[in-house]
C-alpha cells in the first residue's frame, strides 16, 4: 500500500524500536532554549502566523520537555514543570517500562475537575471473570444509515436521554460522568504514581520524583483504551433501554456517502445534538485536508466529489502502514523514551476532531458531543478492518506482555468497577459485537499516483542545507535533503518487515492547534501542484489542542513528538529506490509554535 499520513512519536536522541537513523545531509545540533508553561484554553486555535524565529526558539524549549527524563519520563504528553536539570546533564536513552494498572495511575481531582466514577479498589471486579456474553453479536451499523430505522434511533435518543437525566446524581453511568472519563485520561487529570518510583530507581533515582501526567494518547494505548470506553458506554446505554442488543452506530466517514455528519446528530430537539459545533460543518462534505481557519494551498477542488477522492487518499495513508508499531504506535514508557501513537490515532481520527469543532475540537471536551462515542465507533473499527479485512497482526512475539497486560477501570452497565485488560479487548467477538459493512471499502484501491503535473529535473538534486532547531512559519516552506539507510539503497527499496520511514522530530504548544504537511522529491516552486492523491505527498502532522473542560487552566510543558511517515510505497512508486537522498519539503499550514528539531530517515522492525 503507500505513504503513510503521520504519525507521532514524543522523542529525544535515543534509540528507537527502528534500526539506527541517517542523519539529514546538512544538520546541526540542537540548542538549549528557555521554558514557558501554556495555559490551555477551552477554544481551539486556529491558524497562526509564527513569531520571530528566535522568539519560537526561545519559547518551545525542547530541553524543558525533556527534564527529569533521568527519572520520570512519561508517554506522550508530561508535565515536568517542578524538576530541575542542568543544561549540559545527558538524558538517558532507555525506555524503563511498567504495564500501566490502575495500580499505578490515578485520577487527581483539582482546579476545577471532580475525577469521575471513584471506587474502592475492593469493589473491583475483573472483567475475565464476569460471564462471557451470549447470543447473536451486536451490530454497528452506519450512523448515515440507521436514519431510516426510527425505532433505532427513538432507543438510542431515549438512551442517551436517560443518561443525561443521571447528570445530578452522581451515577457513574451518567451522560455527564462519561464524558469526563474521557477529559480525565486524556487531558492529564491522571497521574502515574508507581512507575514514576520504580523509573527514578531504575536511572539511579531516589525514588522521590514527582508524579507523571498520563494521557491515553501518545502510544499504542491509545486504540484499546478507546474500545474499553466506548463498550462500556454502548453496554450502559443497553440496559437503561432494557435492550442487550442495542450497538452503538458508527460514523463511516471512511465512506464518500458518510464524509457529512450524519442527520440523526443534527436534529436541534434531540439529545444527539450539540450546538457548540463548527456550523459551517454540519451540513458540509468533510475535508479531512483542511483544518479550521486554515489555508491549505492544495490544489484546488471544484467540487465534493474532488474532495471525496482526497479523504479517500488519507484514509489509505492510514491504513496502508506495515506494522504494528506504526499503525498503533509504540509503547508507553515510564521513563527514557517516551512512546509514540500511530497512523490510527494521528490521521482520520485527528482530522475529524478537528472539523467538527466546538466540543469535539478540543480534548478536554470531546466527550461532551454525543457523535464523539460514534466517530470512535469508527476509529475502532479501523482497528477491526486492519487486522481482519488487512489481514496484518497486532504486537506478536517477544516484549509485547507490557501492551496486553496494561488494563483500566471502568463503571459497567450495572455500577460495578470492571478491571478490563487490553488482552481483554483484542478481538471485538469477544466482546460480544461486530460491524456491518454494507458498503464498498473504497479507500483499499486509493493508492496515491505519481503527480503528473510537476516538472522533474533531469540531473540529481542539489542537497538543501537546513539548520535544526528551525522554527516553522506559515508561508514559509523548508527544505531538506536526506540519507537513505545503505539497506534500503541496495535492496532498491525497504520491506515490509523493515519499511522505510521519514522521522520528524517536532516541538509543539500542546494546547494550539497545529499543521504541517510533508512533501518528497517535490521541485521547489511547484509544491501548490501536489495534493493529498499524489504519490508525493508523504502526509500531515496535525495536533488536536488540549485543555479546555473543566480543567483547562491548567500549565502544561511543551511536547516533543516525532513523527513518522511511510516510506516504502512511496520510494517504490517514484522510482527511486536506488537513490541515496530524498528531498523533503515541510509546508506549514497552521500554528505559530512548531519547532522542527530533526528529519531523517529510519527502517523499522
Keep these: 500500500m503507500a505513504s503513510s499520513s503521520f504519525i507521532v512519536l514524543p522523542s529525544t536522541a535515543a534509540a528507537s524500536a527502528c534500526l539506527p537513523p541517517r542523519k539529514p545531509v546538512a544538520g546541526a545540533g540542537k540548542q538549549g532554549r528557555s521554558r514557558l508553561l501554556c495555559k490551555c484554553e477551552a477554544t481551539s486555535r486556529g491558524a497562526g502566523t509564527g513569531d520571530d524565529d528566535d522568539l519560537v526558539l526561545r519559547r518551545l524549549d525542547r530541553r524543558d520537555v525533556l527534564l527529569g527524563l533521568t527519572g520520570v519520563g512519561a508517554a506522550g504528553a ?15 536513552a532507555t525506555c524503563v517500562t511498567v504495564p500501566v494498572t490502575d495500580q499505578v495511575i490515578r485520577c487527581v481531582s483539582a482546579d476545577g475537575f471532580n475525577c469521575p466514577g471513584v471506587y474502592r479498589p475492593e469493589d ?9 456474553p451470549n447470543g447473536p453479536l451486536r451490530v454497528r451499523r452506519p450512523a448515515h444509515l440507521v436514519a431510516a430505522d426510527k425505532e433505532y434511533v427513538r432507543k ?11 447528570d445530578a446524581s452522581g451515577d457513574p453511568r451518567s451522560f455527564k460522568s462519561q464524558a469526563a472519563i474521557h477529559e480525565a485520561y486524556c487531558n492529564f487529570h491522571y497521574k502515574v504514581t508507581a512507575v514514576a518510583a520504580a523509573a527514578s530507581r531504575t536511572a539511579g533515582g531516589g525514588g522521590g520524583t514527582p508524579e507523571i501526567d ?3 494518547h501518545f ?13 462500556f458506554f454502548e453496554r450502559i446505554i443497553g440496559e437503561l433501554i432494557g435492550d442487550t442488543t442495542f450497538a452503538l452506530p458508527y460514523w463511516n466517514w471512511d465512506a464518500p456517502d458518510g464524509m457529512m455528519l450524519p442527520p440523526i446528530f443534527n436534529n436541534a430537539s434531540s439529545p444527539l445534538y450539540d450546538a457548540n459545533r463548527d456550523q459551517a460543518h454540519v451540513t458540509a462534505v468533510m475535508d479531512l485536508n483542511k483544518g479550521p481557519g486554515a489555508d491549505n494551498e492544495l490544489p484546488l477542488c471544484s467540487d465534493d466529489a474532488c474532495v471525496k477522492e482526497n479523504n479517500l487518499s488519507v484514509i489509505y495513508r492510514q491504513m496502508a502502514v506495515d506494522t504494528a508499531l506504526q499503525f498503533h504506535g509504540n509503547k508507553f514508557c515510564a521513563g527514557g523514551t517516551p512512546g509514540s501513537p500511530g497512523s490510527l490515532e494521528n490521521a482520520a481520527h485527528t482530522a475529524v476532531h478537528i472539523w467538527v469543532g466546538g466540543d469535539m475540537g478540543v480534548l478536554g471536551t470531546a466527550g461532551r458531543d454525543p457523535v464523539f462515542y460514534s466517530h470512535h465507533a469508527n476509529v475502532d473499527r479501523m482497528w477491526h478492518l486492519w487486522t481482519t479485512t488487512l489481514g496484518n497482526q497486532d504486537f506478536v512475539g517477544a516484549g509485547t506482555g507490557d501492551w496486553r497486560d496494561t488494563s483500566f477501570v471502568f463503571y459497567d452497565e450495572k455500577r460495578r468497577p470492571v478491571r478490563i485488560s487490553v488482552r481483554d479487548v483484542l478481538d471485538a467477538g469477544r466482546l460480544g459485537y461486530t460491524y456491518e459493512e454494507r458498503e464498498t471499502l473504497e479507500w483499499l ?3 496515491p499516483k505519481p503527480a503528473t503535473g510537476i516538472d522533474r529535473p533531469a540531473g540529481p538534486s542539489v542537497p538543501a542545507a537546513l539548520s535544526f532547531p528551525v522554527a516553522l512559519k506559515k508561508g514559509r516552506k523548508e527544505y531538506v535533503t536526506v540519507e537513505r539507510p545503505e539497506e534500503a539503497r541496495a535492496s532498491g ?28 522529491n517535490v521541485p521547489k516552486g511547484q509544491e501548490a501542484r501536489v495534493g493529498p492523491q499524489d504519490t508525493e505527498f508523504a502526509g500531515t502532522f496535525e495536533n488536536l489542542p488540549h485543555g479546555g473542560g473543566d480543567g483547562g487552566g491548567r500549565g502544561m510543558g511543551r511536547l516533543t513528538l ?10 517504490e512508486d517514484l522510482g527511486c529506490g536506488q537513490d541515496r537522498r530524498l528531498d523533503v519539503t515541510l509546508v506549514p499550514r497552521a500554528g505559530g509554535m512548531v519547532v522542527v528539531d530533526d528529519v531523517r530517515v529510519e527502517l523499522c522492525n
Excluded at 473491583?124 to 462471557?132: G, K, N, Q
Excluded at 513523527?563 to 520510494?571: C, D, I, K, N, P
Aim: proline share 7%.
Design 156 to 166: 438510542y435518543e431515549a438512551g442517551v436521554r436517560m443518561m443525561r437525566d443521571l
Design 562 to 571: 516525532t513523527y513518522r511517515f511511510a516510506l516504502r510505497e512511496l520510494v
Design 219 to 231: 502510544s499504542s494505548i491509545f486504540a484499546p483504551w478507546h474500545r474499553m470506553y466506548i463498550y
Design 124 to 132: 473491583v471486579v475483573d472483567f475475565s471473570a464476569l460471564p462471557p
Design 78 to 92: 508530561i508535565n515536568l514543570g517542578g524538576l530541575a536539570l542542568a543544561a549540559d546533564d545527558a538524558v538517558p
Design 493 to 520: 527499496g525497504s520491506s515490509k518487515k523493515a519499511p522505510e520511514v521519514l522521522v520528524v522530530d517536532v516541538t509543539i504548544d500542546p494546547c494550539e492547534y497545529a499543521k504541517f504537511d510533508v512533501l518528497v
Design 214 to 216: 498520563f494521557d491515553v
Design 445 to 447: 484501491d486509493k493508492r
